[in-house]
């Protein structure tokens, strides 16, 4: 049965998490403008860049990178359909990273030196959190009992009573997830010219297009991720999640215009460290107090 | 029964068969027949037996006791010989302890514990039984073509042996067999002892002086990991009366205090010919020798034969506390210090060892946690690394023949002309760490046992482990990933047997990964009833069910959706003027040309082997003592 | 109307100017003009750009890159000439290296004159280009049915 509901959450993701993440994606755009003193592009700025690029001739160096973007975006449709059909989070979680190997894949296919050099800098990310996130969903699995997300409904207080060690944690690695400075080094969205804009340097037209969509799609589910920190039984924690979601993403917009790229050494070592602490302390609460 | 008895016996007498056969044709006659032969018996066997928990097969004989007595002082004949002619002192002090060891446990203690029921049948020896018949004979085939290249590169003046090395390869899957159908543990000691001395035959078959310097390092791994097995047949025989399998461990769940130490032995048995810290420096040395005696150490036996008994004692280890410890400790340690060391490695063969020898660690760590899931997750994690790790050890070698280079960043360019042979190497990296693929399943199933025992130490190894796991594997993907996209094929210069083996890896990596559902039900749930008398599923079905159906999409894209498309072809950027952009070609600020290249990141200064290696040893090593002097010391404690 | 006008994406190429143009074009894109209003980005990568601003004149040294960014670019795809120099040469015309305006390299759709060119005259330059990327977007859109 619940895999039919994933199927539906799936389709539905698929449909609603483009919107949503355009939307944000926006407004990320105009509150970066304004904090920087400019006005900023219209709020669908966004959704015009994607029908541009999907108008672009098609052109490809490797002939591959299309399809692996396309797997990409399928598996992060995957991802958010069984997060927010209140399936299971580590899958979720699991299938998330999937969806970001074939990113890689996708950047590495072209073999250019740009592309590989941001191809490895995005796995050197991917590295930096995923301790962090695995973590996260066994802190969270520690406090609710289940994988499953839709059991957070069943609690008498939300989650980020006993795991806000964890939910910090996450916070710090939600940076990279969301690919914001200090720790953007793959790929940035401000600075058009680091390293030629890393992974996606040989990505043109709709390839570049799926990149954007599916950046949509993951800023949603991340989102999701943060708000899942304080659902419990009372309708009112859903109203209270998403304001704590848009408020965690605020904090990250305000991170990244006011912080310097950092070296990925500095990546590593504050983020793994970061996930010993907040994850390691957190379990051990969790296991023996 | 007889089944049982023909799987031992019938690649007995290949190898003897083989051993005096030099030609080439009636060679590959001969393997390709009995490999066929050995798979369909496992597959009957299996199809026979499925479902069973547990079945003892009454069988003794005196006969069989000697024959096992005279294949010890074989074996230690052999060893001792080529310790004094190589010089090798330890080596042959561990032999002759070692023989002197089993030649009075036999005349003066084995007769205080008769073994009434000297073979067994359980699903977990089926399971290791497919591993062996399949994937085993497998990479007995895909070694004729193989080794036809081999001796074709080797000087002109070097002897072909290859005659023992066939000889060899069965007689090492007769000792699998022997291994995992054995109640009577003097005579699984005995099989234990054959695949030593079997792989340290084939390491050093080049001769050259690393292959028998790596080879004497296997050879004293073992042998001390032997003792540890004698020790234990000691123990069994004098404190607690049996030799059997199966009442070892009925005893062992009643009296933890007596077995602890028998436990402990026969667990550190276990580490050393599962390669883990400190002894992993065997498997990694192992590399010397052909390609296909690393698929075989790899994926089917040998290291596979350390982690069975493992897994056989893991009740033992939910009573007993410090071997319990010892083997989590060690096999989390291993797999997170391999995983980074294998991020430092260039050499494809010595990543794939470290990632063999990471794995495990993980699913030693899953023996040591002892409780149904673990040891689901562990016999899942045994069948799925099996498949995925012979495909890419066969995927290497064939690589290796045709590009001239074990090198991962050799592997865009030069490599360019394979693309099939690519996507069955992205396959095989594909199944080792990615999320629809039963490994990754397994590992999941794994964090969930470690969280339920509350292993706190694993937990974290297991996270920052797997992040590195996805960083080694991924540099290599991507190293691939644009290959796929080439439409010529010039692959004809790889040998059909080899093509023939590589596509039987991978139907087996996929069915596997794909049938995960039904295997769990099949294979591997009657075994924890058998044993645990209760099931400890823990990851619901339809979550198998949705990997499954995401495992058949990533393999519908690999091998039909990445095609050269139609698009446009353009140049890469080089940020100026390109040259030639196929061969990444610009022109420099001083007219001249320069080629761009890039490597992957290694993080030598972080991950390197200098760095990890020897804090790795000491720690392991010290957790090896303190749980031995402990197991003898407090038995009772806890 | 296509989208190509409502997100105009710019690359920046300095030809061989005296970086009084290059001052400009970068004045354009700060908070003062922030012609991210009008959904321009300065891009690094010709694989990402809708534009190609040339400050400078060309030279014999110079043109091959030049051609080849405008190669890169992906189609529909115009040129704004930005500033005097990258119209006609400008006071550089004579040096026995200059070859000319960007036009002796590339087809230029748009001349934005001016020594410096005034941000005005590249937003004005970049607008009228974008007339012009609506016709050959259309234009690439139709042949794409046709064929």
Known sequence: MSFVYILIGTVAFAIVAPIVGCLLAGLDRIISARMQGRVGPPLLQPYYDVRKLMEKDDVTVSGVDGVYMTCALVFTAFAGGIFFSGGNLLMSAFIITMASLFFIMAAYSSRSPYAELGAGRETLQVMSYEPMVLLMAVCFYMAAGSFNVADAFLLDKPVITIIWPAFLGFLFILTIKLRKSPFDIAMSHHAHQELVKGTTTEMSGKTLAKVEVMHWCETVLFLGWTGMFFLWMNPVSFVIAVVVALAAWFFEIWVDNNFARVKWQAMLKSAWLVALVAGGFNIIFLMFV | MSLIGFLILFPLAVAAVLLFVRADWPRAIIVGGSAVVIAVASIVLAVQNIGTAYAPIPFASHFVDYIGTAISIAIAAVIIAFSVKYKNRWALILAVVQVIGSLVFEFGFAHLAPVAEGLYIDSLSIVMALIIGIIGSGICVYALGYMRDFQEHEPEDATDRRHVFFAIMFLFLSAMYVIVFSNNMVWMFTGWEITTVCSFLLIGYTRTDEAINNAFRQIIMNLAGGIGFLV????????????????????????????????????????????????????????????????????????????????????????????????????????????????????????????TIANLGLITACAGVGTPEAVWAAILLVIFHAAAKSLLFLCVGTAEHHIGSRDIEDMDLLFERMPRLARFMMLGIMCMFIAPFGMLIAKWATLVSFVDTQQVVLILLLAFGSAATFMFWAKWLGKLSGIAGNPDNVELTVHPSEWISLVLMACIAVVACIALPIMSHYLVEPYLTGVFGQLGQDIAIDNLWISSILAVFVLVVLFGGVNASKKKRVGVYLAGVSVDSDTRTYRNSLSGESVATSRNLYLDAIFGESRIKFAGEIVCAAIIVCAFVASGVFPMAL | MSYATKSPWVIHYDASSCNGCDIEVLAALCPGFDVERFGIINTGNPKHADIFLVTGSVNERNISVVKQIYDQMVEPKVVVACGTCACSGGIFHDCYNVLGGVDQAIPVDVYAPGCAVRPEAIIDGVVQALGILDEKSKALKASKRGA
Request: hydrophobic residues 60%.
């Open chain 2, 232 to 355: 234990a047949l000691y123990v069994c025989a004098i404190a607690m009366g049996t030799l059997s399998f199966q009442e070892f461990l009925f005893k062992g769940l009643m009296r933890p205090d007596i077995a602890s130490i028998a436990v402990c032995a026969l667990a550190f048995a276990g580490l050393t010919k599962a390669a883990q810290m400190p002894f992993h420096t065997w498997l990694l040395g192992a590399m010397v020798a052909p390609t296909p005696t690393s698929a075989l150490l790899h994926s089917s036996t040998m290291v596979k034969a350390g982690v069975f008994l493992l897994i056989k004692l893991a009740p033992l280890f939910l009573v007993c506390t410090f071997p319990s410890l010892m083997v989590i400790l060690v096999g989390g340690l291993t797999f997170m210090l391999c995983s980074f060391m294998a991020i430092s490695q260039t050499n494809a063969k010595r990543v794939l060892a470290y990632s």
